[in-house]
């Protein structure tokens, strides 16, 4: 009979190392095999892919892959890997490893998380080199009410993060790839794009403001403390079209 102490896990702890479990996983899913934590250019990559490709997996934020992105690109083709949790179950131990409870989270990632992180480096949407993949993925977060960990946790800190199951990958290989973010036509702000695309306003303004930077809607006007945008390129709408309005007809010629 295996004992109570052999059944407890084994913690590594995010801030204790810089991988983690959900992190480690991909990396070997996506690599080719063999090929992992491999040297480019001075920069160590987290694998490289079968066909190549240097393999970078980004759990957190993107404003450390501003400078080494774009120069791996220089050289040949990226894949940058950001998981998205969908479905998240909650594992809550004591000090000592001893399971507390076990729940699962109510809120459920999307891949329109991606633009919480874009934010800090919005030049990479599009960069020439670089297919960024937004993995869809199931996790189990393990926790530990040990006092040591954020406030608004109460203390508990997050200790891992494990991959159950890879659901998709979102892959986005052109500039015009990312369009698939834009769930309106014509002009529109960013309080009408939300409920949309059933995203908070907050996150939808990341979202125009990524996408502005990267030259694919641009912003024309504002209609009182909001700005209007648009996509990029597209002829504007006459002014009776902004109205709701037809335009009047034109004039026959006489004869």
């Given at each position: 009979m295996?004992?109570?102490?052999?059944?407890?896990?084994s913690?590594?702890?995010i801030g204790?190392?810089?991988?983690?479990?959900?992190?480690?996983?991909?990396k070997?899913f996506?690599?080719?095999?063999?090929?992992t934590?491999?040297t480019l250019?001075?920069?160590?990559?987290?694998?490289?892919?079968?066909?190549?490709?240097?393999?970078?997996?980004?759990?957190?934020?993107?404003?450390?892959?501003?400078?080494?992105?774009?120069?791996?690109?220089a050289?040949?083709k990226?894949?940058?890997?950001?998981?998205?949790?969908?479905n998240k179950?909650i594992?809550?131990?004591?000090?000592?490893?001893?399971?507390?409870?076990?729940?699962?989270s109510?809120?459920?990632?999307?891949?329109?998380?991606?633009?919480?992180?874009?934010?800090?480096?919005?030049g990479?949407?599009?960069?020439?080199?670089?297919?960024?993949?937004?993995?869809?993925?199931?996790?189990?977060?393990?926790?530990?009410?040990?006092?040591?960990?954020?406030?608004?946790?109460?203390?508990i800190?997050?200790?891992?993060?494990?991959?159950?199951?890879?659901?998709?990958?979102?892959?986005?290989?052109?500039k015009s790839?990312w369009?698939?973010?834009?769930?309106?036509?014509?002009?529109?702000?960013?309080?009408?794009?939300?409920?949309?695309?059933?995203i908070?306003?907050?996150?939808?303004?990341?979202t125009?403001y990524v996408l502005?930077k990267?030259?694919?809607?641009e912003?024309p006007?504002?209609?009182?403390?909001s700005w209007?945008?648009?996509?990029?390129?597209?002829?504007?709408?006459?002014p009776?079209?902004?109205?709701g309005?037809?335009?009047?007809?034109?004039?026959?010629?006489?004869?």
């Amino acid at each position: 009979m295996t004992s109570a102490r052999r059944q407890k896990p084994s913690f590594r702890g995010i801030g204790q190392e810089n991988e983690s479990g959900l992190h480690r996983a991909l990396k070997f899913f996506y690599a080719e095999p063999g090929r992992t934590e491999e040297t480019l250019d001075g920069f160590v990559c987290d694998a490289i892919g079968p066909g190549g490709e240097a393999v970078e997996i980004q759990t957190g934020n993107f404003s450390a892959l501003k400078n080494k992105v774009p120069l791996l690109a220089a050289r040949g083709k990226v894949r940058l890997i950001y998981p998205v949790i969908v479905n998240k179950n909650i594992e809550l131990y004591d000090a000592e490893g001893n399971l507390l409870s076990r729940r699962k989270s109510p809120r459920k990632g999307t891949a329109w998380d991606i633009f919480n992180e874009l934010i800090y480096a919005p030049g990479l949407v599009g960069l020439p080199g670089l297919t960024v993949e937004i993995a869809l993925v199931d996790a189990t977060e393990r926790r530990r009410d040990d006092g040591k960990g954020s406030w608004r946790r109460k203390g508990i800190s997050i200790e891992d993060r494990i991959l159950d199951s890879w659901r998709e990958g979102v892959v986005l290989e052109k500039k015009s790839h990312w369009l698939r973010f834009l769930p309106l036509e014509g002009e529109f702000t960013a309080k009408t794009m939300a409920p949309a695309a059933r995203i908070s306003p907050v996150l939808a303004r990341k979202t125009l403001y990524v996408l502005e930077k990267a030259g694919l809607v641009e912003k024309p006007r504002k209609e009182g403390r909001s700005w209007v945008y648009r996509t990029a390129g597209k002829k504007p709408p006459s002014p009776a079209k902004r109205r709701g309005k037809k335009p009047p007809p034109r004039a026959r010629p006489a004869d």
